[in-house]
Every structure is written in structure tokens, then in C-alpha cells.
């Protein structure tokens, strides 16, 4: 199974299994990196939060396609995490997280084509530098 067949199926597990992945994501990701938590602070509504989910997951797939604007756009995401003290090595950290979050949400239907696509979105988020 190619990347993007199984990054497609990866995602229609978890929305099988998972009305809302915002919490479980952000739970994980401070669970990791507990000094993030306090940057949230005034994401009452936490409308910053879905909405970077959200964009990290439509980049997601633009990774997988190798296209130019979402490496940009990761990229640039990266250099303005510099701004809230994300450091160049935890930024795609996020799609780790993510990942690890994904595949406990969708527990045995999870396969290892997933998570070699999940894999190798986190290595090419890691490569996203202008
Ligand atoms: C460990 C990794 C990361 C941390 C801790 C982090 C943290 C943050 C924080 C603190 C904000 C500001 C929230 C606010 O305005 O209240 C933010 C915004 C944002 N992040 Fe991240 N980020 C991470 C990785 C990523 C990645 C990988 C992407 C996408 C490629 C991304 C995309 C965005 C976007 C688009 C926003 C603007 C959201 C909005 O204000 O509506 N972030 N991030």
C-alpha cells in the first residue's frame, strides 16, 4: 500500500473510532512536552489549537505528494514556532504525536502501513526548512 493509500486509511479509522481528536492530541502533546501547555493559555475556545491541527494534518498529505507549497508552509511554520520557543528538533514533533495519538485511537485496525506513512510524514516535516 503506497503512503497516501494508507495515510487516507489511517484517518478513516480514527474518524471511525474518535468523534473529536483534539483533546486526545493535545493530551499527548503535553504529556511529552509539558511546557507547552502554558503557550495554549489564551486558546480559551481552543480554536488555535484545532486550527493547527487541522493545517498540520492537510500538510500532512501535501508532504506525502512532495509538493512544494506544503513544505513551504511547514517550513515557515517552523520559523514561527522559533517565535513561541519551539526549537528547530520539537516542531515535528507534533506529527509524532500525532501519530502515537492516531494509532491508540484506532487500536488493532491500525497496520503497519499506517504507520510507515505517519513515519515518513514526520521524517519529511523534519527535512521542511527553507
Ligand atoms: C511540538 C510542536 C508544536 C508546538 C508545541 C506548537 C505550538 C503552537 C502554539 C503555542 C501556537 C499558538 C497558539 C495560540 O495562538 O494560542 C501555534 C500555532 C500554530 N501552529 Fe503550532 N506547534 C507545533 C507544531 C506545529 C506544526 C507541525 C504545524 C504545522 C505544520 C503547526 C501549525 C500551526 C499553525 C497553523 C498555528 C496558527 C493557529 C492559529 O492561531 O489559529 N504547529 N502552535
Known sequence: MDYQ??????????????????????????????????LFVLDIDHGARGHMLNEALSMA???????????????????????????????????????ETFQNIAGPAWTSDMGDAWREISLRASQAKL
Open 61 to 99: 498529505e501535501g508532504l506525502l505528494d512532495r509538493d512544494l507549497v506544503a513544505h513551504n508552509f511547514v517550513a515557515a511554520e517552523r520559523m514561527n514556532h522559533v517565535g513561541y520557543g519551539i526549537e528547530d528538533d520539537v516542531f515535528e514533533g507534533f506529527y509524532t504525536v500525532m501519530a
Open 5 to 38: 493509500t494508507a495515510f487516507t486509511a489511517s484517518l478513516e479509522v480514527v474518524a471511525n473510532a474518535c468523534e473529536d481528536v483534539v483533546p486526545p492530541v493535545y493530551e499527548a502533546l503535553f504529556k511529552r512536552y509539558p511546557d507547552f501547555e502554558e
